[in-house]
């Protein structure tokens, strides 16, 4: 069977759905934190299908999204620097990466 | 022979997502999360996306990857795998992404632009590098100068948050 877009959309959100259960399932943040990343990544592969799969007017592919992708992953760079700084001034103050254990905002 | 390509890649990507919510070790679950970033370059070279595909490997199999390994290294976290485990977090997960995938196929059934299969690209067109570099200096110029000033936002940002003691 030949693959189509619908196979390429269908990784994605299938990767975006683990993604999202992992997000409920774990309790260590740094974990939480990669599935993020992983979703953020699997919406990409979706913008990349569509970009390759319409066609512009002369046949090429539609490098829009390709140049949106771009801005994507600076933006998503950042965001893990800046988070990962998040998690160690957490860290510090803590001495746990266990969202169970921090809860002082509830109370 | 891309056929089988794709469904390998695939299940490469699909098969490190699940470890990395599978696995109780954080190291193992990083390893898993570089499977899975290799696996969705390479569908991305397969649709022709050299640059993207490379840049995925280069930034988050590389750069970002490391990052987590680092911080993981740096805060010692195996000690804490032992504690008890909690079904109703892991049910409701669970449900909900099953829920997800079900919608997922039910509204793809129904999109019919998606049946369409790949068109060879035109003979002798611009390089993809070459068209996003174009497109980049010319019409995404300011969005260009825009995220430049983000990541310099963030490095400072990074610097500051990290710094021991805030006086």
């Not at chain 2, 490391?66 to 449900?95: N, Q, T, Y």
């Not at chain 2, 909900?96 to 995938?101: K, S």
């Not at chain 2, 019919?112 to 611009?126: C, E, F, I, T, W």
Request: glycine share 8%; net charge neutral.
């Amino acid at each position: 069977m030949e693959v189509t877009l619908n196979h390429f959309l269908f990784v994605s959100g299938l990767l975006f759905a683990i993604g999202l259960a992992g997000v409920l399932v774990r309790r260590n943040v740094i974990v939480i934190f990669m599935c993020l990343e992983l979703m953020l990544s699997a919406a990409n592969l979706s913008l990349v299908a569509f970009s390759r799969y319409n066609v512009t007017p002369g046949g090429d592919a539609d490098y829009n999204a390709q140049v949106f992708l771009f801005f994507i992953i600076t933006v998503a760079a950042a965001e893990v620097a800046v988070g990962l700084a998040i998690i160690v001034a957490l860290y510090r103050a803590k001495q746990t990466t266990d969202i169970t254990q921090i809860n002082s905002m509830k109370n | 022979m891309l056929d089988l390509l794709f469904y390998i890649f695939a299940t490469l990507s699909v098969v490190g997502a699940l470890g990395v919510i599978v696995n109780k070790n954080p190291v193992t679950s990083a390893f898993s999360l570089i499977a899975a970033f290799i696996g969705l370059a390479a569908l991305f070279i397969q649709l022709d996306a050299y640059l993207v595909g490379i840049i995925q490997i280069l930034v988050y199999g590389g750069a970002v990857m490391v990052l987590f390994l680092f911080i993981i290294m740096l805060m010692d976290l195996p000690s804490e795998e032992r504690r008890k485990f909690g079904w109703g977090p892991v049910a409701g997960g669970i449900l909900l992404g099953c829920v997800f995938v079900v919608q997922l196929v039910r509204v793809l059934a129904d999109y019919s632009a998606g049946s369409r299969v790949m068109q060879d690209l035109p003979v002798g067109a611009a390089s993809d590098v070459e068209q996003i570099g174009k497109l980049m200096f010319t019409q995404y110029y300011f969005p260009v100068q825009v995220v430049g000033v983000l990541l310099l936002v963030a490095t400072i940002g990074v610097v500051v948050l990290s710094k021991k003691e805030l006086d």
